[in-house]
C-alpha cells in the first residue's frame, strides 16, 4: 500500500501502465501515454524559454546564486473533479467569512474573548495585532479582501488547511501563467477537457476592490502599492496592475492632503480610493508604524481611520494568519456561523501549552514544527527529514521560547506525477486556492498548485526550491 495519496493513481504508482487511473485523469492519462519523451521535454523548455523572456521569476534573499530564479513549471496538470471542488469551495467560503468576522470582532467588541473561547493574550500579545485599528470602521467590515488558503490532501484523500494567508498572499500570478502557458503548449487538450477557466481572475479582483471603495465613492480610483522592483513578488505585482488596468504606484508616487490620498500623474493629482497594497503593515507610514519606512505614505493611516480610503488587505489582519490563532480557526466558525466546520485544521499541538511541549519534545523527530510568525518555509523543523543535531536544536529553541512555536504531526501529502530528470515520478503537493472578500465572497476555480520538487520533500515553498503546476478544476 502507499503511504501517501496519489492524485493520478489509486495504487499510489507512478504513470505506468499497470496504474490503476483515477477516474477524473483517464482522459489526461491516455493523452500522456501517446506523448513521446522528446515531445514532451521540447515543451518543458519552451516554457521555461518563454517565463524567462517575460520575466516570470521569483527573487530569494540570500541565495548566493543569485536572488532571481525562475519557478519550475511542471507540465503534468493537478486535476480536481467537480464535486471535490465544489466541497472545498464550499469551505474556503466559510472559513473565510469566519475570519473577517473574528477581525472585525477583535477590533471591536471583542466577543469571542469575553466568550473565553480564545485568550485575550493571544490577540493582545500578538506581533501582528495592532491597537491603531481599535474602533476603526473598515468599508463592508471586510479586512481580508483577498486570502490565500494552503490546503494539503493526506491520509486517504482528506483535505486539510494548512495555514491561512490574510496579509499580502502572493502566487495568483503564477496560477494565471500557468495556465496561459498550458494552454499555449497543449491546447489539444483544452478541446477535449471541460477545464474552468481561470482568466477573468483579474476582472473579478478589480470588481471586488471597487465594491469596497469609500462610503459615496461612485467610480473609485484603484491602485497596486508595491514595495518596489526589488521585492520578491515584484513581477506579481505588475502582472496583476496590468492586467487590471490600473497603476502601479510606490510610496513616493502617493501623498496626503486634506485627509484624502493622492496619486501624482503628468496631469496633476488625482484621488485615490483603493489600495490594494502589497506591503507589510510596518512599512504603509512612517508617522504611525516604523519612522524609518521610506516605502509608505506619511499620514495614511489618518485618511484610513477617516474613512477616506480603502487598504486591502486591512491594516491588523495578520493576527488572523498567526499560526498561533490557526489552531482557534474552527471555534471561530462555530462561534460566528454556528456551523461545523466543512474543512478540518492539522491537528496542532500549541507549545506555549505545559503538556502540548512535553509531548511535541518527547516527540520531535515524528513532528513538524512552525514558528507561530515564520513563512514561506523558513523558521521550521520537518523531523523526519532532520538530522539530530538540528532537531537538538530546535529542542532548545523549544524550551528557550515555547510560546514562538506549534508542532503538528507529519502529513504525508498527497503527491502528483511530475517530470523529473528520471522521467515521471511523483512529487508532493499542495494547493492555494484565492478567495475574494467584498460586497460578496467569490473564487475561481482552482488555484496555485505547488510541488515539492526534491524526492521525498515535504516543502513546497518557492523560496525552498519549490516548483508549480496548473490546476484544472474539471467541470462535469
Not at 269 to 290: E, G, M, N, S
Request: hydrophobic share 40%.
Amino acid at each position: 500500500m502507499p503511504k501517501f495519496f496519489n492524485e493520478m493513481t489509486a495504487d499510489g504508482l507512478a504513470h505506468t501502465a499497470s496504474a490503476e487511473v483515477r477516474e477524473h485523469y483517464r482522459e489526461f492519462c491516455g493523452w500522456l501515454q501517446r506523448q513521446s519523451a522528446d515531445t514532451i521535454e521540447r515543451k518543458r523548455a519552451e516554457a521555461d524559454l518563454t517565463f524567462r523572456r517575460v520575466g516570470i521569476t521569483f527573487a530569494v534573499y540570500g541565495d548566493d546564486a543569485g536572488t532571481e530564479r525562475l519557478i519550475p513549471f511542471d507540465t503534468i496538470p493537478r486535476i480536481i473533479p467537480a464535486a471535490e471542488w465544489k466541497q472545498l469551495q464550499t469551505g474556503l467560503v466559510q472559513r473565510v467569512k469566519a475570519l473577517n468576522m473574528f477581525v472585525h470582532d477583535i477590533y471591536h467588541d471583542q466577543n469571542i474573548i469575553k466568550a473565553g473561547i480564545i485568550p485575550a493574550e493571544q490577540i493582545y500579545q500578538n506581533a501582528q495585532y495592532r491597537p491603531e485599528m481599535q474602533g476603526i470602521n473598515v468599508a463592508s467590515d471586510i479586512y481580508a479582501h483577498i486570502a490565500g488558503v494552503d490546503i494539503v490532501r493526506a491520509g486517504q484523500g482528506e483535505f486539510y488547511v494548512l495555514e491561512d494567508n490574510l496579509r499580502v498572499p502572493s502566487g495568483v500570478s503564477y496560477m494565471l501563467e500557468d495556465r496561459k502557458m498550458m494552454m499555449r503548449l497543449f491546447p489539444e487538450l483544452f478541446a477535449r477537457n471541460k477545464i474552468a477557466p481561470v482568466d477573468h481572475y483579474p476582472d473579478m479582483l478589480l470588481d471586488n476592490l471597487r465594491s469596497v471603495a469609500p462610503m459615496g465613492i461612485n467610480d473609485p480610483t484603484v491602485v497596486v502599492m508595491t514595495p518596489g522592483m526589488y521585492n520578491s513578488a515584484y513581477f506579481e505585482h505588475a502582472f496583476l496592475a496590468q492586467q487590471m488596468g490600473v497603476e502601479l504606484v510606490e510610496g513616493k508616487d502617493l501623498f496626503v492632503s486634506d485627509n484624502t490620498v493622492f496619486m501624482r500623474t503628468t496631469r496633476g493629482p488625482k484621488r485615490v480610493d483603493v489600495i490594494y497594497r502589497r506591503l507589510d503593515d510596518d512599512f504603509l507610514d512612517p508617522l504611525a508604524f516604523r519612522p524609518d519606512s521610506s516605502l509608505g505614505v506619511p499620514g495614511l493611516l489618518s485618511v484610513y481611520r477617516a474613512g477616506r480610503v480603502t487598504l486591502a488587505n486591512a491594516i491588523g489582519t495578520g493576527v488572523a494568519d498567526d499560526k498561533s490563532i490557526y489552531p482557534y480557526v474552527p471555534d471561530m466558525i462555530k462561534f460566528y456561523l454556528s456551523e461545523q466546520p466543512v474543512l478540518n485544521n492539522v491537528p496542532t499541538y500549541q507549545c506555549r501549552k505545559k503538556d502540548d511541549l512535553a509531548y511535541t519534545l518527547a516527540n520531535l523527530p515524528q513532528l513538524v514544527v512552525k514558528e507561530v510568525h515564520g513563512a514561506g518555509g523558513y523558521g521550521m523543523l520537518v523531523g523526519p527529514a532532520s538530522t539530530r543535531a538540528q532537531i537538538e536544536d530546535f529542542r532548545q529553541r523549544l524550551i528557550a521560547k515555547p510560546d514562538g512555536y506549534i508542532a503538528q504531526p507529519t502529513l504525508a501529502l498527497s503527491a502528483c506525477p511530475t517530470y523529473v530528470e528520471s522521467g515521471i515520478a511523483p512529487r508532493h503537493i499542495d494547493l492555494r486556492p484565492f478567495v475574494l472578500s467584498g460586497k460578496t465572497i467569490s473564487m475561481v476555480p482552482g488555484g496555485l498548485t505547488r510541488v515539492a520538487l526534491q524526492e521525498g520533500s515535504l516543502v513546497v515553498n518557492s523560496s525552498q526550491g519549490g516548483g508549480t503546476k496548473d490546476t484544472w478544476i474539471l467541470e462535469k
